[in-house]
């Protein structure tokens, strides 16, 4: 097991590690009690928020994935939009339009529901291919381009994006270069017996997302931010990474490996992870407990596709990860 501590120069302005873990667990608990027995997908998503990285959440209807959606971005005291993907909506939906001005005799732009911190798309794939690549952009470049003038996107920026099996009536596959972007994908499930019945009694007194009130600052939320980008990584913990990715990409049961921005945004989820547990250095599990959230939607199958493709391609990312060698320690610097 690695004991190898941060050594880098501390920034004064960095937030303690300690507050950050106290910030993450105060926002977990309180969306706890809005998504019950739910605490993996749940500190997945937050995971990513601090990482910088987009949420893709995939389920069947009614399981909580925009409640999820909606909690994570009330917890925080940030910009948040809603949009909600049809097969009419149109790319200036999202991204915006410039509209003419008599006034000034010129055209002026009118921002769409993208510009904001926290952007939940709902059932993404139930729009039009066109209009799910106007994503595209503001996904990796977070700017939006209208008319040839490029418009910044706010930060930080997150999509959380829901979206239904593509077995569903009315869905249209997302695209391997649009899945390529988000940090990560994860699925809520059904609940157990237990949290149905708990669900219950809650709803009869309200709804607890009604009750969610921002728990962090947009300010608090950026040091939180920058405390993760500041965690550091050994060389080996890098090579473990790059391995266990290297390993997707000559797999015999895939026809598409884990690409290189799969590999930088393992590490910075694996950073975010840490930075979660308190420790301001990577270990081999924090790459590990993020591998399959991370590289599992980005994997396509030899022959298969569907719903049970989905879940192949997480086992055989568990069965890659069990099967590279954990580097033990660091080597002295």
């Given at each position: ?24 667990r105060?926002?977990?608990?309180a969306?706890?009690?809005v ?11 937050l ?6 990285g ?15 959606a ?9 910009s ?32 769409g ?13 139930r ?15 977070r ?6 003038i ?9 999509v ?13 596959s ?27 009694r ?7 997302l ?29 090579r ?20 290189p921005?799969?590999?930088?945004q ?25 591998s ?42």
């Open positions: 097991m690695m004991t190898t501590t941060q050594t880098t120069a501390a920034d004064s302005t960095l937030m303690e590690l300690g507050e950050v873990q106290h910030h993450a105060t926002i977990l608990d969306i706890g009690t998504i019950d027995g739910k605490a993996g997908a749940i500190s997945t998503a995971t990513v928020l601090l990482a910088e987009h949420l893709l959440i995939e389920d069947v209807p009614g399981v909580g994935k925009t409640q999820l909606r909690a994570l971005a009330k917890a925080v005291d940030a948040v939009s809603r949009i909600q993907f049809t097969p009419d909506l149109l790319p200036s939906d999202i991204t915006g339009v410039s509209i003419f001005d008599r006034q000034s005799n010129d055209f002026e732009f009118k921002p529901p993208v510009f904001a911190n926290i952007v939940i798309g709902d059932e993404i794939n729009a039009s291919p066109k209009t799910q690549s106007a994503l595209l952009e503001s996904l990796e470049e700017q939006v381009t209208v008319d040839g490029s418009h910044p996107l706010p930060t930080p920026f997150l959380v994006a829901t979206q239904n099996p593509v077995e569903m009536e009315g869905t249209y997302l695209p391997e270069a649009q899945r390529d972007r988000f940090m990560a994908r994860i699925s809520l499930g059904y609940p157990d017996a237990e949290s149905e019945l708990r669900m219950l809650q709803r009869e007194t309200g709804s607890p009604d009750a969610l009130t921002p728990l962090v600052s947009l300010e608090q939320l950026r040091r939180m931010i920058a405390a993760v980008r500041a965690v550091y990584v050994a060389r080996v913990v890098e473990y990474a790059v391995d266990i990715v290297q390993a997707t990409r000559v797999h015999p049961d895939l026809r598409l490996g884990a690409s921005r799969a590999t930088l393992l590490m910075r989820a694996a950073k975010s992870w840490a930075a979660l547990n308190g420790r301001g250095f990577v270990i081999p599990d924090d790459v590990d407990a993020l399959g959230p991370v590289l599992g939607h980005r994997l396509i199958l030899a022959g298969r596709s569907g719903a049970g493709a989905v879940s192949a391609a997480y086992d055989i990312v568990e069965s890659i990860v069990r099967a590279t060698p954990v580097p033990l320690d660091e080597p002295a610097s």
